[in-house]
T-cell receptor
Framework: AQKITQTQPGMFVQEKEAVTLDCTYDTSDPSYGLFWYKQPSSGEMIFLIYQGSYDQQNATEGRYSLNFQKARKSANLVISASQLGDSAMYFCAMREGRGFQKLVFGTGTRLLVSP | SQTIHQWPATLVQPVGSPLSLECTVEGTSNPNLYWYRQAAGRGLQLLFYSVGIGQISSEVPQNLSASRPQDRQFILSSKKLLLSDSGFYLC????????????FGPGTRLTVL
């Protein structure tokens, strides 16, 4: 079974609008972490935001927020006020357990922001 | 501050040739180190990870090997490249247990012809 599922291969949004990128995960470990990374066309992976399974509040980092719904096992990324520079691939990832940080990645969502 | 370097940035190699990709980290000590491969249009697949000098764990059986000769150096190698080894190779580092995010290098784009 897929550990991380990103069902949206591509998303379009207009500049200044908000967009939600979906991510669902599958784990039986009560302790886990969820990550979102951005990959622009240059290829490097840029860390955006982290949510721990025991965190009481949804994580936020500037224009990025994570809509964490534990019972539904979803960790959607919300980008507010989209900018042209947000056009990129976005990957959701999960680390199981509290120990060594092995990440499992989803297949990604390509976001295109139009003027 | 910490930085991670990878070289070369791009590489075109014939089938059957050897491979050596290098990754170095600056500004930290005893990092956990990782090699990932990303096939075109796909997510990242963890290939190897290392928690210390000489300690290598392999995630998937393959034509590649990894070594960590120094604390902040991680090398990905192959004796004979296959066409299927083509892809984008990313090195990453993370601080020890209790820290969360992994930080990635700029990557090496490998084309095997």
């Amino acid at each position: 079974a897929q550990k991380i599922t990103q069902t949206q291969p591509g998303m379009f949004v207009q500049e200044k609008e908000a967009v939600t990128l979906d991510c669902t995960y599958d784990t039986s470990d009560p302790s886990y972490g969820l990550f979102w990374y951005k990959q622009p066309s240059s290829g490097e992976m840029i860390f955006l935001i982290y949510q721990g399974s025991y965190d009481q509040q949804n994580a936020t980092e500037g224009r990025y927020s994570l809509n964490f719904q534990k019972a539904r096992k979803s960790a959607n990324l919300v980008i507010s006020a989209s900018q042209l520079g947000d056009s990129a691939m976005y990957f959701c990832a999960m680390r199981e357990g509290r120990g060594f940080q092995k990440l499992v990645f989803g297949t990604g969502t390509r976001l295109l922001v139009s003027p | 501050s910490q930085t991670i370097h990878q070289w070369p940035a791009t590489l075109v190699q014939p089938v059957g040739s050897p491979l050596s990709l290098e990754c170095t980290v600056e500004g930290t000590s005893n990092p956990n180190l990782y090699w990932y491969r990303q096939a075109a249009g796909r997510g990242l697949q963890l290939l190897f990870y290392s928690v210390g000098i000489g300690q290598i764990s392999s995630e998937v059986p393959q034509n590649l090997s990894a070594s960590r000769p120094q604390d902040r150096q991680f090398i990905l190698s192959s004796k004979k490249l296959l066409l299927s080894d083509s892809g984008f190779y990313l090195c990453a580092w993370a601080q020890g247990i209790g820290h969360n995010e992994q930080f990635f290098g700029p990557g090496t784009r490998l084309t095997v012809l």
